[in-house]
């Protein structure tokens, strides 16, 4: 079964980057590593997603090893809204089921 | 354009009782996905469809969970004999692409369900 390690938590300064890294053990192989942004009450909002090596849209970067053991999203410059839960989400290398996992999620506090 | 949407936004009911989740895809979407979700930790993964067919129900509890997309659209979670552990926060996500290998997924606003 696939499991997942992030951060609890992190504080970060208006205008730093930021990385928070999620770990994840046999998660499956043709699957993409997805990242997640979530506010209170609000569904998780799609943040970007990659494969293998490094990703970058107009909001993020990710970063994946050659070994897919990790990922690292990377936020540029945060802001105050910045400040929300970050979740990972890989699939689980279970043989025949194709679930989903979210990681244990990370809340990020953006202060000025 | 419209969202994903789900109803009820919020269900009390008694233990002992069945309850029936809508969820309501981003129109076009091929695949759909429940979660649950307790307060303060991740969604949990219930079962996903590629249009109608379930793909995999292996985080589905028990058997008293069960969901169904007749027609690759609408999909309805139903929960029989509710017990207090039930409740939770339940999200429904639908996405452009058949799932599992990209998961950009669209979540709509949850049924938050109170179990009395």
């Known amino acids: 079964l696939a499991k997942t390690t992030q951060p609890i938590s992190m504080d970060s300064y208006e205008g730093q980057e930021v990385n928070i890294t999620c770990s994840h053990n046999?998660?499956?192989?043709?699957?993409?590593i997805t990242w997640y942004q979530q506010f209170p009450s609000q569904g998780p909002r799609f943040i970007i997603q990659?494969?293998?090596t490094k990703v970058t849209n107009e909001v993020a970067s990710l970063f994946i090893p050659a070994d897919r053991k990790s990922s690292t999203l990377s936020l540029p410059r945060v802001s105050l809204s910045d400040t929300a839960v970050y979740y990972c989400?890989?699939?689980?290398?279970?043989?025949?089921?194709?679930?989903?996992?979210f990681g244990t999620g990370t809340l990020l506090a953006v202060q000025p | 354009g419209a969202g994903v949407s789900q109803s009820p936004r919020y269900k009390v009911t008694k233990r002992g009782q069945d309850v029936a989740l809508r969820c309501d895809p981003i129109?076009?979407?091929?695949?759909l996905y429940w979660y649950r979700q307790a307060l303060g930790q991740g969604p949990e993964f219930l079962t996903y469809?590629?249009?109608?067919?379930?793909?995999?129900k292996s985080g589905l509890p028990n058997d008293r969970f069960s969901a169904e997309r007749p027609e690759g659209s609408i999909s309805t979670l139903t929960i029989q004999r509710t017990e207090q552990r039930d409740s939770a926060m339940y999200r429904c996500?639908?996405?452009?692409?058949?799932?599992?290998?990209?998961?950009?997924?669209?979540f709509g606003p949850g049924t938050r369900l109170t179990v009395t």
């Open positions: 996500a639908s996405s452009p692409s058949e799932g599992p290998t990209s998961y950009e997924q669209y």
């Open positions: 046999n998660i499956a192989t043709n699957d993409y």
């Open positions: 990659g494969y293998k």
């Open positions: 989400l890989v699939g689980d290398n279970g043989g025949a089921t194709n679930k989903l996992i």
């Open positions: 129109s076009g979407h091929v695949s």
């Open positions: 469809f590629n249009y109608e067919a379930q793909q995999d």
